[in-house]
């Protein structure tokens, strides 16, 4: 991803940031290549407020970080993707027969059906968005989980503090002077899974004190792939990252802006990702942010 800092009077050139990611300078990873990311800070004289080819600018520094699954190159460091889907429970079944010495037939065994899931407890989280500004708990405005799916831990998702962001990335990095630099106030995330055990869905927003900074920093994110449209979303772009093997995990990852809150939707799924899965997705956690 590629994020750099409007200077007075200008805005920040770009260009791709070409380093693959696993070690540094080569990346080796097992798994398909990853996104590369750059970030750029703000000129020291322009900050008071606080991921994917990338955008260099004259403060620009390549670093290397490796991923799990996908390598991101970062201008200034870069967030590990652990691309992974965790296997659906098996279903839980039950299977009695009684052996009788008498020659009459043996009971059919009968599965016991799988218990339906308990429902959610309802969220208390508030939040309210007027003129493009997010106000209230950034947790209420994560991408809704559906009924046929659970969330990783709290059902509301979790806040992320600079220090778990900058667990994303290299030692070397301070992500928290880059975030700074564009303004940044907070994040949250939740990821949840499909119960068909294949689909995992993860939904991160970062708000920004100021929505010209949260357009520019969604405007100079990019990952190392070609970029496609999001299909009735506006203001959003997409990339895809296919696995070597169908038995792997591929990847789709969409990155869009509203008002003052960059949302940056990923898609995991075993095999080759349709990219209608991340319509859905980002058309859904747009509507969220839009709407409240």
């Not at 955008?55 to 699954?69: E, H, I, N, P, Q």
């Not at 106000?135 to 559906?146: A, C, I, N, Q």
Request: charged share 20%; hydrophobic share 35%.
């Amino acid at each position: 991803m590629s994020v750099s800092e409007p200077t007075p009077g200008q805005e920040p050139a770009a260009e791709p940031a070409d380093r693959p990611a696993a070690t540094e300078p080569t990346p080796a990873a097992p798994a398909p290549a990853g996104p590369e990311q750059t970030v750029v800070e703000q000129p020291a004289a322009d900050r008071g407020l606080p991921r994917a080819a990338g955008v260099a600018l004259s403060v620009a520094v390549l670093l290397a970080v490796t991923a799990t699954s996908a390598a991101v190159t970062v201008a200034v460091g870069k967030p590990d993707r652990a691309a992974h889907v965790a296997a659906a429970p098996a279903p839980a079944t039950s299977a009695s027969a009684s052996a009788s010495a008498s020659p009459s037939p043996s009971p059919t065994p009968t599965p016991t059906p799988t218990p339906p899931a308990p429902p959610r407890p309802a969220s208390t989280l508030q939040g309210s968005v007027s003129g493009g500004k997010h106000s209230g708990d950034l947790r209420y405005f994560l991408l809704p989980v559906p009924d046929n799916a659970d969330p990783y831990g709290s059902p509301d998702g979790a806040m992320l503090s600079t220090d778990d962001l900058q667990a994303q990335y290299n030692d070397s990095v301070d992500i928290k002077e880059v975030l700074d630099s564009w303004g940044f106030k907070d994040a949250a995330g939740r990821t949840y899974r499909l119960r068909d055990g294949k689909t995992e869905v993860r939904s991160e927003l970062k708000r920004f004190g100021r929505t010209d900074r949260a357009q520019g920093f969604a405007d100079h994110s990019s990952y190392s792939s070609d970029s496609f449209d999001i299909d009735g979303v506006s203001n959003a772009k997409g990339y895809i990252f296919k696995p070597k093997q169908q038995a792997y995990t591929g990847a789709l990852i969409g990155i869009g802006v509203v008002g003052d809150v960059v949302y940056e939707i990923t898609v995991e799924v075993q095999g080759d990702p349709d990219k209608a899965l991340l319509f859905d997705a980002m058309k859904r956690e747009r509507d969220r942010l839009t709407n409240g």
